[in-house]
C-alpha cells in the first residue's frame, strides 16, 4: 500500500538563532502537542487520523498494543466500513512521516509491528509527560521516607517542566484518564511544596502555591481555604469572601454541590472578627 503526500514542514525547531542551538528532538505532551524529530516539525499528519493513532501509541508508550485494541480505541465511533484498512493507511502514514524526518537514513523514532499488534518505539527520545511523571513519583517516594530537601527539589523541577493539561485538545477517553494521572500527580508535588513552604514559614510561596493548585483544579477547596486563612491572617475579610465566593461558584457550576461547613466556618469567622492567626483550617 502506497503512501502520498507531504507531510513534514520546517517549523519553529529550525528558526534557532546562532546563540540558542536547534532542538532535535522534541515531543511535548503538556499543555500542547508537538513533535520535532531531527530538527523538523510535524505540522501535517494527512488523513486517516494518524495524529490521533500516533498519541494513542505514544500515551502506551513502552507497550504492544493489539490491533483490534487500536481500531476500537481510534475508529470505534466511526462508520468506517473497514476500519483494518484505516488501521493500515494511518500505520503506512506515520511511517511515511518520521521516514521523512531523517531524510532518507535509519528513523530512530519508528513504529514497529509484531504480529498483531504495534508499538511506538522513541530511539531514546524523552517525552515531557514521563520526565515529569518520573520526578513526580521519585519525589514521592522520598517523602514517604522523611527526606524533604530531596523531594522539595525533585518536585521543584517536575513543577517547572509542568506546562499544562496532558494533550489539552485530544477529547478521547484515554487520553483524560491520563490527564487526570498527570493533573493529581501535579497537585501531589504542589501540595509537598506548600506544605514545606508553610514549614519554613514562607507565607508568599504558600499563597502562589495554591493559586497555582487551582489553576490545575479550580474545585480545589482545600486551596481556596489556604488563601481565605492568608487574607484572614493580613485583617482582609473582603478578600477572604471574594475567595469564598469564587470557591462556591466553581463548585456549583462543575460539581453541583456547595462549600463545606468547614469553609463557611471559616468565612464566618473572618467576616465576624473571630479570626485568629493560630486558625487551623484542618480542624474541625
Known sequence: MSCVGDVVERGPAQAASPDQPCVRNVIQTLGTFRVVINGMEITRWQAGRGQLLFQYLLTHQGHRVAKHVLIDAIWGDSRAKSPDIALKVAICTLRRVLAQAYAGNQPRVSIKSYGSS???????????????????????????????????????????????????????????????????????????????????????????????????????????????????????????????????????????????????????????????????????
Not at 278 to 283: G, I, N, R, T, V
Open 118 to 284: 504495534y508499538a511506538l518505539d522513541l530511539g531514546g527520545i524523552t517525552v515531557d509527560v514521563e520526565e515529569f511523571e518520573r520526578m513526580a513519583s521519585a519525589a514521592a517516594k522520598l517523602e514517604v521516607a522523611a527526606k524533604s530537601a530531596a523531594a522539595t527539589r525533585l518536585n521543584q523541577a517536575a513543577v517547572t517542566l509542568y506546562a499544562g493539561p496532558y494533550l489539552p485538545s485530544c477529547s478521547t477517553n484515554w487520553a483524560a484518564i491520563r490527564r487526570e494521572r498527570v493533573k493529581d500527580r501535579m497537585l501531589g508535588a504542589l501540595s509537598q511544596l506548600a506544605a514545606e513552604a508553610k514549614r519554613n514559614g514562607d507565607r508568599l510561596a504558600v499563597f502562589e502555591l495554591h493559586q497555582k493548585m487551582l489553576e490545575v483544579d479550580p474545585c480545589r477547596e482545600e486551596s481556596y481555604r489556604e488563601l481565605m486563612l492568608w487574607h484572614a491572617a493580613e485583617r482582609q475579610p473582603l478578600r477572604v469572601q471574594n475567595w469564598y465566593h469564587a470557591c462556591a461558584e466553581q463548585l456549583r457550576t462543575r460539581l453541583g454541590l456547595d462549600p463545606g461547613s468547614q469553609t463557611k466556618r471559616l468565612l464566618y469567622d473572618a467576616i465576624s472578627g473571630c479570626f485568629t492567626s493560630s486558625y487551623d483550617c484542618d480542624s474541625s
